[in-house]
Structures are given as structure tokens and as C-alpha cells.
């Protein structure tokens, strides 16, 4: 008999959280499933010259079958994930994975189902974002102006560092590292996994912790792949998927406090913003939230409160 093949694919390292939890995804389904299924992860189709917005594109023709990806990317399929897009509105990680798992996030899930040829597996955890530059230590908003940002393909992202004082300048992750080592941008933002895996710090000495902005990924299935496949192949996958999320999710908290462990204070500078420098980031943005957040359903922002 055949092996029923299920490639995955991503856009990381192969040390990433995310890539961790894919790996284990597919042992699980050969725990469960045997020869039944070949499983094949692809950790970075950047290497394959495809930029990350691919990703998706690759599963909705068959090339792959899962993927991982923020929800940012699919924001104009599904208007509401843009609230995880505002600025401040998570504070902390237990009441956004309250809410995730809960009616906010299933949702996001039907929305998604039913405008997306994808069948969303897991709600994976794509960490706070924290801002890096290589000019100048950053305590305050004054210190963004006229700094170059890297930024997420994403209107509302760049809005709020335009705020903040910031140029904003999207640019895919398959370009970004190499953005960021030469002289197109001066600041970028990413959670500290990224900055780290991705070497960032190594051409970034100062890093701010915002906490900004809140990143979640979906795993990602073709939906015509998930029905073809067998009931129980299917109730493998969906199971082996709930134990990835769940290592995801744990491997994301530990890995902000091992990152800063791993920093050489020789070679980046971490700022600790105190309460009221934090308040002046949460007021320099809020004309921009308020507005925003008007396009929202106000049961959906309590949801994240």
C-alpha cells in the first residue's frame, strides 16, 4: 500500500518553536498511523527561493498540504483577525489564549472556513513583538522618529509605527534579514524567538520590550486534502495537531526568557521600559486605536480585555 503523503511547510529556521512543533506533529501522526502516512517537513521555503507569503498559495494548490502562518496574512479574508493587529490590546498571554480558544476564536475559525480554501488545525502562538534598531537606544516614542522600520505586509501595522514616528517599510520575510544587516532599514520588530533565530541581533544592538503588537499563526490544512483522507487519518491529524499546539504554545513562553539569557549584554543593550515609558508608547498610538476600533464589534475587544 501506498503511504498517504502530508507535506508541511514553513518559513523559519529549523530550530524555531514553530518548526519544533511541526516536527512533532509529524511524529505523532507516525506514532498513530505507522507507514501509513510519509510525512515530510520543509522548515524554510525560503531556501527554495519562495517568499513566505507563498506559503499559503503552495497548500491551496496541493503542493503542500499544512503550513504555519500569521494571522496578519489573512486579515482581508477574514476582516475580524485584524483586531489582533491593533496596538496594546493584548496584554497578556492568558486572557488572548482564553479568548483564542474560546467563541473569539472559533469565529475566526468558521470565518476562515468558509472564505479560505483552508481548514485551520491550530492557533499557535506567534509571540509579543518587540522593537530592535541599530541606531540609538529606544525609551520613548521621540526616539522612533525618523528611524526606518521593516514591517509585516500589513496597512494597520504601518499606520501605528507612522505614529510612533517611525518610516515604515514592508518587506517580506525572505528579504528581511538581509534588509536589516545592510542599509535599507534601521529598526524592525519581531518577538524575541525571531529576533534570535533569525540573527537579528547581530546587526541590532538595542532592544526595546513594547510589546506592541500580539502575533497568533494558524496551522493550516488544505480543506480538499483534510476531507479526501481517511475517518481515522483524519482524527490522527486532528489530535496530533491539538499535541503540537500545546508544545507550541509551551516552547513560546519559555523561549522569551531563554532568549534573554542567551544575549551578550557586550553586544545588545535590552531596554526595560518602565510603567510610565510604556505609557507613552500606549498614548502616542491611541488616536490610531480609537479610530480603529470602531470598525469592530465592541463584544470582540471585551473578548481580549
Not at 476582516?79 to 496596538?87: S, V
Not at 522600520?149 to 517580506?172: K, N, Y
Amino acid at each position: 500500500m501506498t503511504a498517504l503523503a502530508i507535506k508541511a511547510g514553513g518559513y523559519q529556521p529549523p530550530a524555531s518553536i514553530h518548526n519544533q512543533a511541526a516536527r512533532r506533529l509529524g511524529e505523532l501522526l507516525a506514532q498513530k498511523l505507522g507507514d501509513r502516512i510519509g510525512f515530510e517537513l520543509i522548515p524554510s521555503v525560503l531556501d527554495l527561493g519562495r517568499p513566505s507569503a507563498d506559503l499559503p498559495v503552495m497548500v491551496e494548490k496541493g503542493e503542500l498540504s499544512l503550513c504555519y502562518m500569521s494571522t496578519v496574512r489573512f486579515s482581508r479574508d477574514v476582516p475580524e483577525l485584524a483586531l489582533l493587529e491593533l496596538p496594546f490590546v493584548v496584554r497578556d498571554r492568558a486572557t488572548v489564549w482564553r479568548a483564542l480558544d474560546g467563541a473569539l476564536g472559533d469565529r475566526f475559525v468558521r470565518r476562515m472556513h468558509a472564505t479560505t480554501p483552508f481548514r485551520v488545525l491550530g492557533r499557535w502562538d506567534n509571540g509579543f513583538r518587540h522593537l530592535t534598531n541599530k541606531v540609538r537606544p529606544i525609551r520613548r516614542p521621540d526616539d522612533c522618529r525618523g528611524l526606518r522600520i521593516r514591517t509585516q505586509g500589513s496597512a494597520l501595522h504601518g499606520e501605528v509605527f507612522r505614529a510612533l514616528g517611525f518610516v515604515p517599510m514592508a518587506i517580506d520575510i525572505k528579504r528581511f534579514v538581509q534588509e536589516v544587516g545592510g542599509d535599507t532599514v534601521d529598526a524592525h520588530d519581531n518577538p524575541l524567538t525571531s529576533i534570535y533565530v533569525f540573527g537579528v541581533h547581530k546587526y541590532h544592538r538595542h532592544i526595546t520590550l513594547t510589546g506592541h503588537f500580539f502575533g497568533a499563526s494558524f496551522l493550516l490544512c488544505n480543506a480538499s486534502h483534510y476531507e479526501s483522507w481517511p475517518d481515522d487519518v483524519r482524527r490522527a491529524v486532528d489530535e496530533a495537531a491539538r499535541e503540537a499546539t500545546t508544545l507550541q504554545r509551551r516552547l513560546a513562553i519559555s523561549e522569551d526568557q531563554e532568549v534573554l539569557a542567551k544575549l551578550d549584554p557586550r553586544e545588545n543593550e535590552v531596554v526595560h521600559l518602565t510603567p510610565a515609558e510604556h505609557a507613552a508608547f500606549v498614548d502616542a498610538v491611541r488616536p490610531v486605536r480609537a479610530r480603529l476600533e470602531r470598525d469592530f464589534d465592541p463584544t470582540l475587544l471585551a473578548g481580549l480585555s
